[in-house]
C-alpha cells in the first residue's frame, strides 16, 4: 500500500485568486540535476524581478518574463527563478535548452484571450485537440525543440482556468479555437519537472509530445471536476508521441485521465511522420496518487502506436463515485495503430467504475461504425495483475470483431461488486483469481490451472516441403552463443568442465559483447599504462572496467582451444561523454541522447591499442568478428546517432585492414524492439545507407516476449505456446530486411543478441523447458528468413536465460543447452522450405549433417561436410494432444527415421504447469552432465518409417531421416 502524506493533501483551494503553498523554499545550490555545465557558456541566475517584474497578482509581467527567459538563454543556460510569496500575473511564454524555470512563488496566466496567439494544429491529430477545428491557443509554458529543460520549485503555475472554462461551456468568446494547455512540451528531450503544483489548467495540464526522456516526479496537479462537463478535458498528464518516460510519486487530481498514452488520431497519426507515425513506447507510471479523475488510461488517441507502458502501485482515492474508470485502454473505429505490451500492475483504486466499469478495454469508443482489418487498432499482450478496486462496477473487454484483441491477461483481479463482466472478440488470453466470477467464460478463456496430459487422439497434421530448392543458406556458426561484457571478466575460463560444454559446439560462433562493453578500456599494448582514473575528458569513471593483456589472452586462447570464432564487441564510447541515464539512476529512463543535434566524436586510439596488440598475438585468428558499440540507437540517437555509429565503423574498417585484415565487421547490435517502430527502423537504414561499405552485416537484438518480470507464471502458454506471439520474430526480420535491403544486407543479418525476454528473463520460467519452445522455433524461422547467425543470449548466468546455470558455482546445463546442442550438431547451414497446415505444429528443415559421434567431446560439423539426408525441426504447441504426421513424400520414401524427442522432467518447485522444469528428457531419458562425468551422448531412437508418426503433446526436437536425397541439398553450404 502507498500513502501519500497529510502535508500535500490538496486543500480548498480558490479559483480565481493567487493560490500559495506553505511549503518550506529549498534551493538547490549548483547546477540541477540534468544539466550539464560542458554544454553551457556560463550558468546564470535570474530573478524575474531583476527584469521588473511585480508580485502583486495584479501587473502585467509578461516582458519582464520574456526578457529574463531570453537573458539565460543568451548566456547558454542557468534558471529563471520566480521568487516565493509573490503572484506574479503573465501572457505565455516559452521556455529554452538549458534553462531551469524555477518556481518558488506563484505564476498566473492572464486572464484575456487575446494574449494567448493563434497557432497551427498538431501534424499527428490535423485538427484542434479540444474543438476539432483548425486552430488553437498557444499553451501557457511552451517548449518547441529545447532540450536539457527543467521546471522545479516548490511554487505554483496556475492557469486561471475559471476564466475559460464558463466560456467554453456557453460558447461566449472564441467559438471554434480550442482553449490553451497549462504546459505544452514539444519536441524536446532531456526534460525534468519537479515538485511544483499545476493549478487549474483551462485545458489539458501537461502535455508532452514528441518527445524524449521525460521525468515528472512530485508534483501536484490540480483541475476540478465539474458537473455536467462544465470544465471538460482538464486532463492531468497527457503523454503523446513520447518515449523514454518516468511519472512518479506525484498527486494529481483533475477532471478527467489523471494519466493517459497517446500518439496522434485517425489518419494523421498513422501518416505525418513521412508516413510512418510516431509511438509514444517505454514509459513507466508508478506510486501516484490520484484524487478525482478517470484513472490510468491508454487512448483514445493511439494511431501512431503505443508499446511497452507500465502502470504499477499507483493508488486512485477517487472521491465521486460517478466518475472514474481505473484501468482503461480506448480507441476509437477507424483510428488504427497499435497497442502492445501494456499491463496495469499492483494498483489500488479505493472508488472506481462509474461510468462503463473499473478496468474496461473498448474499441469503439464515443464512436461508431465499423473498421476493417488495416483500420482496427492492433491490440496484443495486455496485462491487468494485482488489480483491487474497492468500490465500482467490474467492466469488461470489448474489441472489434475485425481485429480481436490477443493475449490479454487478468491475474489476482478483484472489484467488491457483483456486476457482470462483459468481453466480445477476445482471440486469447486468461482471467485467473478474478472476481465477481464470469469474465473467462464471458472471453471463452480455457482454464489456467495446470492440466494434466489426456489420452485424447492425435490431431492430424500434414507437412509439405519444398524437395527442389533451399529457402536459405546460413552460416555454419548459425547456433551461436554469448557472453555478456558484464560477465565474462569473472568466469574461470580454464575451468574443465566449461571447457567440456564448450567442445561440442566446434566450429561456431562466441560472441563477448553487451552494454558493459561500452564501459571497458583495454589497459593494453601502448595503452597499458591507463586506467579507469586516466580517462580523458568527458569520460567519467561511472561503470568502467578495465580489460588487461592477460585477460584478453586468456580469451583468445578459450576461443581457439574450442575452435570457437571469435565476435567482440568493442567499445565505441571512448572519447564520448559516459553513457548516462536522462533522469535518475536506476536505469528505467535509457540513455541520455548524445546527438543534439551533431554527436561527440569517438576516439580510435583505445581500440588501436588492442588491435595492434592482437595482431602479435598467436591466437589473432579467432578474432573473426569484431563489433562497435551495443545498443547505442538510444544513445547516439536519430539520423545523426545512426550516421556517427557508421562513420566509426568506416574508421573501424581502416584498423581492421591495417591490423587484422581477414576479420569481419557487424553492426549496430540496435537495441531489442527497434525492428517494431518506424523510427528504430528508420534509423536501421540511416546506418545501413552510411555503412553499406565498411559493415559486412547488420546485426540486431529480439526478444520477442518482451520484459521478462512481466511475464505470467499462471499464464504461460500464452506467451510460449502461441503461434501468433512466436511469429512476432519473423516479423520483425521482415521488418529490417525491407529497411536495410535497399543498401545490399537483406540477405546479411545476424541476430547479435537474443533471447525470449529481456531485463535477464524470468528465473523458474526462461530457464526451464518451456522456454525452449521459443529457442527451437526462433532458430527455425530465423534459419529460414536466411538469418546468417543466431547467438543466443546467454551461455552463463546464475539465474534467468543462460544455457548453463552457475548459481551455487556449479555448472549446471539447462533444457535449451541441449537444445543447442542438437540443433548445431544435426543440422547444416542449407535450409529447406516446409510447412504445416497445423498452426500448433511448427516445423523447419535442414539438410542433415553427416554423421559423428555427439557425445561429450565430439561435434558434427553444423554448417558443412557431406549432406545425407534430411533433418525436420518441430515444435508441438498442443498442450495435452499428440500430432499425427503426413509427412511429405520424399521423407515418407525413407526406410527409416531417427527421432529425437525432447519433453519435460520433474517441474520445479512451486511450477505453475509441469513444462516449468530445469531437467529435459531426450526420449524419456533426462539428460544429465556435471563435473567428473562425461556429457552424454546425444543418440535417437531409430525407427521403421512404416511407423505412424505422432509427436507428443508438448514437445519439440527433431527428426532426421538418412537414406533421401533430395535435389535441395546437393547446393553447396554457405561458410
Not at 919 to 931: A, D, F, H, I, M
Request: hydrophobic share 40%.
Amino acid at each position: 500500500m502507498f500513502w501519500f502524506g497529510n502535508s500535500l493533501l490538496p486543500g480548498a483551494l480558490g479559483v480565481l485568486s493567487c493560490v500559495f503553498l506553505a511549503i518550506p523554499v529549498q534551493f538547490t545550490s549548483g547546477v540541477p540535476t540534468g544539466l550539464s555545465p560542458t554544454k553551457m557558456v556560463r550558468w546564470i541566475s535570474i530573478n524575474v524581478e531583476e527584469y521588473g517584474a511585480v508580485g502583486d497578482n495584479h501587473t502585467d509581467n509578461t516582458i519582464s518574463f520574456r526578457k529574463a527567459m531570453s537573458a539565460v538563454a543568451a548566456a547558454g543556460g542557468g534558471e529563471v527563478v520566480v521568487p516565493p510569496g509573490k503572484c506574479f500575473q503573465t501572457a505565455p511564454f516559452n521556455l529554452s535548452s538549458n534553462v531551469v524555470l524555477r518556481v518558488e512563488g506563484t505564476v498566473r496566466a492572464i486572464e484575456d484571450f487575446h494574449a494567448f496567439p493563434i497557432i497551427p494544429v498538431l501534424p499527428s491529430y490535423g485538427h484542434d485537440l479540444d474543438t476539432n477545428s483548425n486552430a488553437r491557443r498557444h499553451p501557457f509554458i511552451f517548449a518547441v525543440g529545447a532540450s536539457n529543460i527543467s521546471i522545479v520549485g516548490h511554487g505554483v503555475i496556475d492557469g486561471a482556468g475559471a476564466y475559460w472554462w464558463p466560456h467554453f461551456y456557453n460558447h461566449s468568446i472564441d467559438p471554434g479555437v480550442g482553449r490553451p494547455h497549462l504546459v505544452e512540451l514539444n519536441d524536446c528531450s532531456g526534460i525534468e519537472i519537479a515538485d511544483v503544483t499545476l493549478l487549474n489548467s483551462a485545458f489539458w495540464t501537461l502535455h508532452p509530445i514528441y518527445c524524449k526522456d521525460l521525468y515528472i516526479h512530485d508534483i501536484k496537479l490540480l483541475s476540478p471536476w465539474c458537473q455536467n462537463y462544465k470544465c471538460a478535458n482538464t486532463d492531468g498528464i497527457d503523454v503523446d508521441s513520447t518515449v523514454n518516460v518516468l511519472i512518479e510519486n506525484n498527486y494529481i487530481s483533475c477532471g478527467d485521465d489523471h494519466v493517459t498514452i497517446l500518439s496522434g488520431a485517425g489518419e494523421a497519426g498513422r501518416t505525418w511522420n513521412n508516413g510512418h507515425g510516431m509511438p509514444s513506447k517505454n514509459i513507466t507510471v508508478r506510486n501516484n496518487i490520484l484524487g478525482t479523475g478517470m484513472g490510468l488510461s491508454v487512448g483514445s488517441s493511439i494511431s501512431g502506436g503505443i508499446e511497452d507502458v507500465l502502470y504499477v502501485g499507483n493508488v486512485m482515492n477517487e472521491t465521486r463515485g460517478e466518475w472514474g474508470q481505473g484501468a482503461h485502454l480506448k480507441t476509437r473505429v477507424q483510428y488504427g495503430g497499435y497497442v502492445y505490451n501494456v499491463a496495469w500492475v499492483d494498483n489500488d483504486f479505493k472508488v472506481a467504475g462509474a461510468p462503463g466499469g473499473a478496468i474496461v478495454i473498448e474499441t469503439g469508443y464515443q464512436s461508431g461504425g465499423e473498421c476493417n482489418a488495416s483500420t482496427c487498432t492492433d491490440i496484443r499482450d495486455i496485462v491487468f495483475r494485482n488489480l483491487t478496486v474497492h468500490s465500482g462496477s467490474p467492466g469488461g473487454v470489448n474489441c472489434y470483431p475485425a481485429r480481436p484483441c490477443i493475449n490479454v491477461t487478468f491475474d489476482n483481479v478483484h472489484v467488491n461488486d457483483t456486476g457482470t463482466w462483459s468481453c466480445t472478440n477476445v482471440a486469447s488470453g486468461s482471467a485467473t483469481d478474478v472476481s465477481p466470477p464470469g469474465l473467462g467464460a464471458a472471453c471463452g478463456f480455457a482454464s489456467a490451472a495446470p492440466t494434466a496430459r489426456t489420452t485424447a487422439g492425435p490431431v492430424p497434421a500434414v507437412v509439405e516441403m519444398n524437395e527442389t530448392t533451399p529457402v536459405a543458406h546460413v552460416s555454419k556458426r548459425f547456433v551461436a552463443f554469448t557472453i555478456d561484457s558484464s560477465t565474462w571478466l569473472h568466469v574461470d575460463l580454464e575451468d574443465a568442465f566449461l571447457n567440456a560444454l564448450v567442445a561440442p559446439f566446434a566450429g561456431t560462433l562466441l560472441r563477448v559483447g553487451g552494454t558493459q562493453g561500452d564501459y571497458n578500456i583495454y589497459t593494453i599494448g601502448a595503452m597499458a599504462n591507463m586506467s579507469c582514473h586516466t580517462l580523458p575528458a568527458p569520460m567519467t569513471t561511472y561503470r568502467c572496467a578495465e580489460i588487461s593483456a592477460a585477460q584478453w589472452t586468456e580469451l583468445l586462447r578459450f576461443s581457439a582451444r574450442n575452435n570457437l570464432s571469435l565476435a567482440f564487441g568493442l567499445s565505441d564510447m571512448y572519447g564520448r561523454p559516459t553513457k548516462s541515464k536522462a533522469a535518475d539512476s536506476d536505469g528505467l529512463m535509457g540513455e541520455k541522447p548524445q546527438c543534439n543535434p551533431t554527436c561527440p566524436a569517438h576516439n580510435m586510439a583505445n581500440i588501436e591499442a588492442l588491435l595492434a596488440y592482437t595482431a602479435r598475438s598467436p591466437y589473432k585468428d579467432v578474432l573473426e568478428v569484431l563489433e562497435l558499440g551495443n545498443e547505442l540507437n538510444s544513445c547516439l540517437n536519430g539520423e545523426q546517432g545512426a550516421k556517427a555509429q557508421a562513420e566509426d565503423f568506416i574508421a573501424l574498417a581502416d584498423l581492421r585492414n591495417k591490423y587484422l585484415p581477414s576479420a569481419r565487421l557487424y553492426g549496430p547490435d540496435a537495441h531489442s524492439y527497434t525492428e517494431f517502430s518506424s523510427e528504430g527502423l528508420e534509423w536501421f537504414q540511416h546506418f545501413a545507407d552510411t555503412g553499406r561499405d565498411a559493415v559486412d552485416a547488420i546485426t540486431f537484438h529480439m526478444y520477442i516476449l518482451g520484459q521478462g518480470p512481466a511475464l505470467n507464471a499462471k499464464d504461460l502458454p500464452a506467451s510460449f505456446l502461441n503461434a501468433t506471439m512466436l511469429d512476432r520474430a519473423k516479423e520483425g526480420v521482415l521488418a529490417i530486411k525491407k529497411a536495410v535491403g535497399d543498401y545490399g544486407f537483406a540477405d546479411k543479418l545476424v541476430a547479435g543478441e537474443t533471447s525470449s525476454a529481456n531485463e535477464g528473463g524470468h528465473e523458474g520460467i526462461t530457464d526451464t523447458f518451456i522456454n525452449g519452445f521459443w529457442y527451437i522455433d526462433q532458430l527455425g524461422s530465423l534459419a529460414a528468413l536466411n538469418v546468417s547467425s543466431f547467438m543466443r543470449q546467454t551461455l552463463l548466468a546464475s539465474k534467468g536465460y543462460p544455457l548453463v546455470e552457475n548459481a551455487t558455482g556449479t555448472l549446471v546445463p539447462l533444457p535449451d543447452y541441449w537444445v543447442a546442442r542438437l540443433y548445431h550438431t544435426l543440422t547444416t547451414g542449407t535450409v529447406l522450405s516446409v510447412a504445416s497446415a497445423n498452426r500448433n505444429l511448427r516445423v523447419y528443415a535442414h539438410c542433415a549433417a553427416s554423421r559423428s559421434p555427439m557425445g561429450g567431446g565430439a561435434s558434427a560439423d553444423a554448417g558443412g561436410g557431406a549432406r545425407a539426408g534430411v533433418v525436420l525441426v518441430y515444435a508441438n504447441l498442443n498442450l495435452e494432444t499428440g500430432v499425427a504426421v503426413t509427412l511429405p513424400p520424399a521423407l515418407r520414401a525413407a526406410k527409416t527415421r531417427e527421432e529425437f524427442f525432447l519433453t519435460a522432467g520433474d517441474p520445479i518447485a512451486g511450477a505453475s504447469m509441469p513444462l516449468q522444469s530445469r531437467q529435459v528428457k531426450l526420449n524419456g531419458k533426462v539428460l544429465t552432465g556435471s563435473v567428473g562425468h562425461p556429457l552424454p551422448p546425444l543418440t535417437g531412437v531409430s525407427v521403421s518409417n512404416d511407423v505412424a508418426l505422432v509427436l507428443p503433446a508438448a514437445s519439440y526436437g527433431f527428426l532426421r531421416f538418412d537414406d533421401v536425397a533430395l535435389p535441395a541439398c546437393g547446393a553447396p553450404s554457405m561458410v
